[in-house]
């Protein structure tokens, strides 16, 4: 149980696109996840908690408007990079909290976003 | 900002050796986790200790939590070639009621066959 999904796994795009990023807590609802940014050999920086209904809670310097996130439903929850430039390149985790195991956070398995 | 210091930071035995990480923190914690990422993967949740414990088994994994010196270790016995990958330590933070962890800059095991 407590299985975390993340689509795509890889994806490639040009500088000034939009890149969407999902991620799904497969048997579980999941009223917070979280959403992390890893840069090579370097530990997971939180970016923001994304709520259920409610907006996202951002960390200090992460642009909110670049970032967009969206919880719609307990199952998803969606990262929006948009007019990603090459800096944004990243690994992209997110993890989700189970009602079952509140202290526990589930982590997809991540995306790997580079932008040309 | 980044909470945990591991160490070390690269650690490398040979197959069937034990593997000790260490990890400090600066604030007050309630539960303390290790997670292990294989390379270009997601993290795996290993174990996880409270504050008011001291010791915690889970298989061939063994943490201690020391909360006077705020510091844990994971010991891993017998290290197999399969146990090779990042290990981090991530302590909770509840600010304003909303859980967040905070990760240690992790330890890079390498275990040789």
């Known amino acids: 149980g407590a299985v975390v999904s993340q689509h795509p796994s890889r994806v490639i795009c040009k500088s000034g696109t939009s890149v969407k990023i999902e991620c799904r807590s497969l048997?579980?609802?999941?009223?917070?996840m979280f959403w992390y940014r890893q840069f090579p050999k370097q530990s997971l920086m939180l970016m923001a908690t994304?709520?259920?209904?409610?907006?996202?809670?951002?960390e200090q310097g992460v642009e909110k408007d670049k970032f967009l996130i969206n919880h719609a439903s307990l199952t998803l929850s969606t990262l929006t990079v948009t007019s990603a430039h090459p800096e944004d390149s990243s690994f992209y985790i997110c993890?989700?909290?189970?009602?079952?195991?509140?202290?526990?956070?589930?982590f997809g398995p991540g995306t790997r976003l580079t932008v040309l | 900002s980044q909470q945990g210091e591991e160490d070390p930071q690269a650690l490398s035995i040979q197959e069937g050796e034990n593997a000790t990480m260490n990890c400090s923190y600066k604030?007050?914690?309630?539960?303390l986790q290790w997670y292990r990422q294989n390379s270009g993967r997601g993290l795996v949740h290993l174990i996880l200790?409270?504050?008011?414990?001291r010791e915690k088994h889970s298989g061939r994994l063994r943490v201690t939590l020391d909360t006077s010196k705020k510091s844990s270790s994971l010991l891993i016995t017998a290290s197999r070639a399969a146990d090779t990958a990042s290990y981090f330590c991530?302590?909770?933070?509840?600010?304003?009621?909303?859980?967040?962890?905070?990760f240690g800059q992790g330890t890079r095991l390498t275990i040789n066959p």
């Open positions: 994304s709520n259920e209904g409610s907006k996202a809670t951002y």
């Open positions: 200790i409270r504050s008011n414990e």
């Open positions: 991530a302590t909770d933070v509840y600010p304003q009621g909303a859980q967040k962890l905070v």
């Open positions: 048997d579980f609802q999941a009223t917070t």
């Open positions: 604030t007050s914690i309630n539960n």
């Open positions: 993890s989700a909290l189970s009602g079952g195991a509140p202290d526990t956070q589930y």
